[in-house]
């Protein structure tokens, strides 16, 4: 028997899928929808590399099964970006060459978006709190966490964005 159709809003686009409802988030994500922003890591709900924003909440998607999100508002990284272009996190990000492998980025990513929702101005314990649970491999930690509070700068608007580079020592007098 055919599983019942679930209607899945992803980006903004209402997904009409006839997928059993116990299928991971994830599965469907990157195998029916063809979006691999979000990354396959441990499977468990453990590494961060599948988070996804659920209702603007971050999200392990690996764990999280079809049904739990049917009618709730799913954002991936592919679904940052807007008209005018990248987000401000994913320009952070990019300004501060906070990757290597990259494997771990989506999930840094859209945890920063997810933090800066609730945190407009996060300090950098709460960024390492917020992170915390996110693991990366290549130890581009300190790149990340600059990242965070440029994408705060960003966010704030031009002046705060300009006033120092990310990482930059405070004036001297
Ligand atoms: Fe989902 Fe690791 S792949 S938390």
């Avoid at 980006?11 to 994830?26: C, I, K, Q, S």
């Amino acid at each position: 028997m055919s599983p019942q159709p679930l209607t899945l809003h992803v980006n903004g686009r209402a997904e009409r899928l006839a997928v059993d409802g116990a299928v991971p988030l994830l599965t469907v994500l990157r195998n029916d929808l063809g979006l691999n922003g979000p990354k396959y890591g441990c499977g468990l709900g453990q590494c961060g590399a599948c988070t996804v924003l659920v209702d603007g909440v971050a999200a392990r998607a690996c764990v999280l099964p079809l049904a739990g999100v049917a009618g709730r508002q799913v954002t991936t990284l592919e679904g940052l970006a807007g008209p005018d272009g990248l987000h401000p996190v994913q320009q952070a990000f990019v300004r501060t060459q906070a990757a290597q492998c990259g494997y771990c980025l989506n999930g840094m990513l859209m945890a920063t978006v997810a933090l800066l929702r609730r945190q407009p101005r996060p300090s950098d314990a709460q960024a390492r709190a917020a992170l915390s649970h996110n693991l990366c491999r290549c130890g581009t930690h300190l790149e990340i966490l600059a990242a965070v509070q440029l994408a705060a700068d960003l966010a704030a608007g031009p002046a705060a964005a300009n006033a120092a580079p990310p990482g930059a020592e405070p004036a001297r007098p």
